[in-house]
T-cell receptor
Framework: GDSVTQMEGPVTLSEEAFLTINCTYTATGYPSLFWYVQYPGEGLQLLLKATKADDKGSNKGFEATYRKETTSFHLEKGSVQVSDSAVYFCALNPSGSRLTFGEGTQLTVNP | DAGVIQSPRHEVTEMGQEVTLRCKPISGHNSLFWYRQTMMRGLELLIYFNNNVPIDDSGMPEDRFSAKMPNASFSTLKIQPSEPRDSAVYFC??????????????FGQGTRLTVV
């Protein structure tokens, strides 16, 4: 079945460090791919998305590229801030069906 | 747009009591999702609706849980009777489904349920 696998957390970084959170997927058809972010005490918010192979989604300094050949959608940011501390979820909707989420990765950025 | 609105934000109830969670989706969205989030199990999809019709309720944990969507602007998730293991944050989300394709989902702020 369709699924998303995220790198295990938690991830702890110092401010201004480089961030990578790995995400790989298994899906039939041609899914759209998403990264959602959940700040403490809040609901999930869409961070970025990509709808087809080789698309790059970007927002707030975060980027992810839809790699069909490696079935991956890794999240990156060149210089993290304390305010980026949150839980990050990778998700897909295969062939336009409902969203399937990964387990989530807790990111903590220390000053 | 005000986004997805959930109420209450917090609910504390005694075991055995009925609990009703409410959700108002974004106007114009025709798909609605109920999720449950716990530390142990992460984010779980409980049920979702398209055009007010339940499509998949396989995630509903047991018969104590029920959900309704009487119209396009309102949905409820009911737990009767509630148990301590139901304690979690419950999220409602909405999206638009057109031509067989879902857009991204927009989430409410959640209801934190504590059953004592």
């Amino acid at each position: 079945g369709d699924s998303v696998t995220q790198m295990e957390g938690p991830v702890t970084l110092s401010e201004e460090a480089f961030l990578t959170i790995n995400c790989t997927y298994t899906a039939t058809g041609y899914p759209s791919l998403f990264w959602y972010v959940q700040y403490p005490g809040e609901g999930l918010q869409l961070l970025l998305k990509a709808t087809k192979a080789d698309d790059k989604g970007s927002n707030k300094g975060f980027e992810a590229t839809y790699r069909k050949e490696t079935t991956s959608f890794h999240l990156e940011k060149g210089s993290v801030q304390v305010s980026d501390s949150a839980v990050y979820f990778c998700a897909l909707n295969p062939s336009g069906s409902r969203l399937t989420f990964g387990e989530g990765t807790q990111l903590t950025v220390n000053p | 747009d005000a986004g997805v609105i959930q109420s209450p934000r917090h609910e504390v109830t005694e075991m055995g009591q009925e609990v009703t969670l409410r959700c108002k989706p974004i106007s114009g969205h025709n798909s609605l999702f109920w999720y449950r989030q716990t530390m142990m199990r992460g984010l779980e999809l409980l049920i979702y609706f398209n055009n007010n019709v339940p499509i998949d309720d396989s995630g509903m944990p047991e018969d104590r849980f029920s959900a309704k969507m009487p119209n396009a602007s309102f949905s409820t998730l009911k737990i009767q009777p509630s148990e301590p293991r139901d304690s979690a944050v419950y999220f409602c989300a909405s999206s638009s489904r057109q031509g067989g394709t879902y857009t991204e989902a927009f989430f409410g702020q959640g209801t934190r349920l504590t059953v004592v």
